[in-house]
């Protein structure tokens, strides 16, 4: 019995082939025990193409549901601005987003999310790192609100209030100074205080600077307006240095 056989050296085959499965072995590893919302997403068509196990427990959705499902189904955007978003972040031009997402409870949640291209095989499809940040974002817009209060308050006053750094320059100073000197608080800020202080009142200042925490100081003196003219003004300070 005769038997012929070829034999062809497929070393290269069999070394792609174990590098690629340790490569999918690496990504399951990276992917399925990431602490972090983890999701594979079409950038052609929007739909979820994976979910890491955090993802699923995040939105509420099982796996096999969230696989089922548009990243459209999640994202409050439409579609053509989810799109637009995608296709940034398919060409690389932008990789950190901030959007709105949809859980299975119908809460809306504010997200940050980290995203890029990630190729399989002969696809090209986007890896997304999701973060919660509603808390920050409330706690942020509880900071502004009250900052705004606190402005709106102090420019509503009658007092004098000022603010500057140890070498004397103005940091913030409320409007009825700026009234009184005829500036413009824009003109004032950025500018060392001396420089709107007659000659007879830097004896003041200097002492003004010699201030600790605790002391307090209460006095007459000159500043210079806009125009030119001296005006007298009576000062409490206290040092906060």
Known sequence: MDVNSSVNDIT???VSEYDL?????????????NHTVMLIIDPVSGSIEDANPIACSYYGWAHTQLIQMNISDINTLTYSEIEYEMNLSKEEERKHFFFKHRLANGEIREVEVHSGPIRFGNSELLYSHVQDITDR???????QNSEEKYRKLVENINDVIYEVDSTGIIKYISSPICKILGYTSD??????????????????????????????LENEYQLFKKSGELCWVRLSTKGDL
């Open 12 to 14: 290269p085959h069999k």
């Open 21 to 33: 499965l340790r490569s999918n072995e690496r990504y399951k590893s990276l992917f399925l025990n």
């Open 137 to 143: 974002k409330l706690l942020e817009n509880s900071l």
């Open 187 to 216: 003109e004032m800020t950025g500018r060392s205080f001396i420089d709107f202080v007659g000659s007879s009142s830097v004896t003041l200042l200097e002492r003004l600077a010699l201030l600790d925490e605790k002391s307090e």
